[in-house]
């Protein structure tokens, strides 16, 4: 077995191959960014080599640099992780000429199965279901068009080395198509220096199918059952779970026996993930094949009990696999939501900054924390924005679902928004829990943006009662401190709860172990051994278990619990009395501005000072870690003043333009 290992990545995915390598008694080398130099990932390994600047291009993508790394430390093999150069056939080769050994597949695989255009080809001969399109490279938008047109919209423009939701476009027309071939062409370009891409038919109503492959050197190839990863947006997985609740034994079979023979067509071996997509009648078409270790491969370990990433070790290492297909068994459900520094409500933008606060909930046999963040770690504009993964796993899927819950109930991360309540609020969805999915989940589910979970029935009853529960026990210990001047006083019973424009009347009390109230005619029995300062409340609100997170905003309260998040206030009636006196605060007039909804560089301003614009059109892109985001206009108006210029950077609500309305 190897003694040394390199890891070729950073964050979520280096931590988790070195706890790997850690039980397997192999040491470590971390590379690292100039952003990464105090990352998790270096605090982990056994050695750390710096090679170079923040940006990718200038690190984690820099063949050379890693290449030396490996000479210099007498690594004996690399684990690339999954993104950056995972599925560079030229990386594997500089790997080998390096003296080490890639963990991963033959250089000839890579390069086979990397190029999405002659994968296809290849999966057409080896006897696997393809869907229909054109394989060859396009040169310009209106060859695009052509051929759009030939296959039928919708039609998806993908890149040929494309991988993690990067260059891909769904288009409905000539327009979008033209401007989906453009912005697909130049993502390409940038995530993987590869600016060819293809068109291929659009399943309506799809569904995100994977099947795991594992093979040794040896001639042995197994499939590992299926993910489904049908929970997306812009076109990245959000949350994944296996087994899949569409699939029957007779199609886990067959898919599996499909992605078995694609594996053996290109000489596999190691881990890789062949991807499906399958209509809602279990009709599936190949996708692509990820020759790598998937982000959501944790979801695949929790049901069969194997350790993937030790698998690809120990088969680059030479060894035989120690089992068989029939020894693969799927045991209960698992299911894993990527936590992500973005704003779901608005639009998913990503967010960066300090991570002041980050509790996660207590790791066990049923919940897994992949992360490469610690409380204090910076969320940079440089790399993807996840901040961890995490994976839960139930005796079926309600039970799944049910711990995926409480979970997220009890993942705590302030400094950066994040989409925690989105995924809790998915989680409660009955088309969820029903196992009604599709690609398009996110979008028919919220047509209008993302806004927040419905307050209401038990969540509203919950977070009334412990923020009477959590205001008056800090009362309580305010009042009992010793030494004020007239003694303590008596804690009023009659309060008003105040959130945005809406005022809920309540009477309340301490009692032995919680709270009594009465909220709006309705009683409410809490119960809870909470301290003053606790950031997590977790006890019983009428019997049933709740943990609700509780931070103390000034004279407020921001209280979380089942993907709905509210600040309000609890006051006594004669505090909401003077507080009604109080003047509105008038909020600033932006209408004459556009203004950057995230941080990140410009890629260009398309409009320029005395230009007359109209409604959609497009004004600025900007691109925020490795995504392109193209601002429009949202009325007709006359440009005053750019106030950036290509090249630039910018954060979150700087002015970009500003407009005579």
Not at 339 to 353: H, T, W
Not at 411 to 440: C, K, Q, S, W, Y
Request: proline residues 4%; charged residues 25%.
């Amino acid at each position: 077995m190897f003694k040394k290992i390199l890891i070729a990545n950073r964050g979520e995915i280096a931590c988790r191959i070195i706890k790997t390598c850690k039980r397997m008694r192999i040491a470590t080398v971390a590379v690292y960014s100039d952003a990464d130099a105090g990352g998790l990932h270096v605090q982990m390994a056994d050695e750390a080599v710096h090679i170079g600047a923040s940006p990718p291009g200038e690190s984690y993508l820099r063949i050379d640099r890693i290449a030396q790394a490996i000479r210099d430390t007498g690594a004996e093999a690399v684990h690339p992780g999954f993104g950056f150069l995972s599925e560079n056939s030229k990386f594997v080769a500089a790997v080998e000429e390096a003296g080490a050994v890639f963990i991963g597949p033959p250089v000839a695989a890579v390069a086979a199965m990397g190029d999405k255009i002659e994968s296809k080809k290849l999966a057409e001969k080896a006897g696997v279901s393809i869907i229909p399109g054109f394989m060859g490279e396009i040169d310009d938008p209106d060859e695009a068009v052509k051929i759009a047109q030939g296959i039928g919209y919708p039609v998806m423009v993908k890149a040929a080395a494309g991988g993690g939701g990067k260059g891909m476009r769904v288009v409905h027309s000539d327009a979008e198509c033209r401007e989906g071939f453009r912005a697909a062409k130049a993502e390409a370009k940038s995530s993987f220096g590869d600016d060819r891409v293809f068109l291929e038919k659009f399943i309506e109503n799809p569904r995100h199918i994977e099947i795991q492959v594992l093979a040794d050197g040896h001639g042995t190839i197994l499939y590992l059952g299926e993910r489904e990863c049908s929970i997306q947006r812009r076109h990245q997985k959000v949350v994944e779970e296996a087994p899949s609740p569409l699939l029957d034994a007779a199609t886990r079979k067959a898919m599996g026996e499909q992605a078995v023979a694609l594996a053996r067509a290109v000489d596999y071996h190691s881990a890789g993930t062949v991807e499906f997509v399958s209509d809602q009648k279990k009709n599936f078409y190949f996708l692509e094949m990820n020759t790598r270790l998937q982000v959501e491969h944790p979801v695949t370990e929790f049901v069969t009990g194997l350790d993937i990433v030790e698998q690809m070790i120990r088969v680059a290492g030479g060894e035989k696999l120690a089992f068989g297909q029939d020894d693969i068994r799927l045991d209960g459900w698992a299911m894993e939501a990527r936590v992500y520094a973005e704003d779901p409500q608005r639009g998913f933008l990503p967010s960066i900054g300090r991570l002041s606060r980050y509790d996660v909930p207590a790791e066990s046999k049923t919940v897994r924390i992949d992360s490469g963040v610690a409380e204090g770690s910076e969320v940079s504009m440089f790399y993807d924005p996840m901040i961890a993964k995490l994976v839960v796993h139930g005796k079926d899927r309600p039970g799944a679902i049910a711990a995926m819950r409480r979970a997220l109930d009890r993942f705590h991360v302030r400094g950066v928004r994040n989409n925690i309540d989105f995924l809790n609020a998915i989680m409660r969805e009955p088309r969820f829990a029903e196992g009604r999915l599709t690609t398009a989940f996110v979008e028919e589910t919220w047509p209008e943006g993302f806004t927040g979970a419905a307050l209401d029935g038990a969540v509203r009853r919950t977070l009334m009662g412990v923020a009477l529960h959590v205001h008056l026990s800090v009362i309580a210990r305010d009042r009992g401190i010793s030494g004020t001047l007239n003694g303590p006083a008596a804690i009023a019973r009659n309060w008003v709860l105040r959130m945005d424009n809406m005022l809920i009347r309540a009477e309340a009390g301490l009692v032995a172990g919680g709270l009594d109230a009465d909220v709006e005619g309705s009683p409410v029995a809490v119960r809870a051994d909470w301290r003053p300062g606790q950031r997590i409340w977790g006890g019983t609100v009428d019997g049933a278990d709740a943990v609700v997170q509780v931070e103390r905003l000034g004279t407020r309260w921001r209280l979380a619990h089942g993907g709905v998040t509210v600040e309000l206030s609890v006051l006594t009636e004669r505090a909401e009395t003077l507080l009604e006196r109080m003047p509105a605060k008038q909020a600033a007039d932006s209408t004459g501005m556009l203004l950057s909804p995230m941080p990140g560089m410009i890629v260009d301003v398309l409009v320029g000072e005395g230009d007359a614009v109209e409604p959609g059109q497009a004004l600025v892109i900007v691109d925020a870690m490795k995504m392109e985001n193209v601002l429009r206009a949202e009325r007709s108006a006359v440009v005053s003043r750019a106030a950036v210029a290509k090249g630039d950077s910018v954060s979150v609500d700087q002015v970009l333009l500003e407009f005579e309305i």
